[in-house]
Structure formats: structure tokens, C-alpha cells
């Protein structure tokens, strides 16, 4: 399955911006600029968590943010802003995104110390 989406105004929720949002199975694609273009890929085995966002305006309007974040090193958090069908989108990409990790056997665990200062033996 793949989701293309297009950023919009939260006014109206019109698509008057030239950034662009792909997603699909295994990636995560952001294509931002008309002169001065950027094009932002992720891949889905390193979207960790994922988080839904709606201001009031959103609300409105029927648009969300959704965020992911990751181990991404160009950009840790991709933000797809002021879509349509954004908890839809959250949802597929938290599902693939664990798909994803099974296929690859990845495993991402927390980094826990024993630092604790209040730890007394």
C-alpha cells in the first residue's frame, strides 16, 4: 500500500505548498521545494515510534501531523504536517514499521544504565 499525501494550509486544509509525502512499506519519503528542492527518505525498520498531533485548526479542518520518530541521522523525527487521513497514516506507518523490523530482525532496545542515584546496595 502506498500513501501519497500533499502538505497543506491548516485554512481550509487547501494543498497550496510544494512539499510532497510518500509512504509506503518500506520507506518514507519527503520532497520539499519548487527552486530549491529536498528530497528526505527513511526507511520504516527505523521509525521507532510514531505520534499523532491536531491543533484545533486541524481539527477543524480534518488534517493532522503526524510525527515519527527514529534512528534516522539526517532527521530523527519526520514530521508529515497538516495531512488528511493523518490517524489513518499513523497507524499504517506504526504497522509497517514493526513489519519491517521482523523482516530485517532488527531489534531496538533502550540504552539502561545502572547509574541510579538513589541505587543503594
Not at 28 to 35: F, H, M, P, S, V
Request: glycine fraction near 6%; charged fraction near 30%.
Amino acid at each position: 500500500m502506498v500513501y501519497k499525501e500533499r502538505k497543506r494550509w491548516v485554512f481550509f486544509g487547501l494543498p497550496f505548498t510544494f512539499t510532497k509525502y510518500t509512504i509506503s512499506d518500506d520507506m518514507i519519503t519527503i520532497n520539499a521545494g519548487l527552486l530549491n528542492s529536498k528530497e528526505d527518505d527513511c526507511y520504516m525498520y527505523k521509525v521507532i515510534d510514531v505520534r499523532l498531533e491536531q491543533s484545533i485548526g486541524e481539527k477543524i479542518f480534518g488534517l493532522g501531523t503526524v510525527v515519527c520518530y527514529g534512528g534516522d541521522v539526517t532527521d530523527p523525527t519526520l514530521k508529515l504536517q497538516h495531512i488528511r487521513h493523518a490517524k489513518e497514516i499513523k497507524d499504517f506507518v506504526l504497522r509497517a514499521s514493526e513489519t519491517e523490523r521482523l523482516k530485517r530482525r532488527t531489534v531496538r532496545t533502550q540504552n539502561i544504565t545502572g547509574d541510579f542515584p538513589d541505587d543503594v546496595d
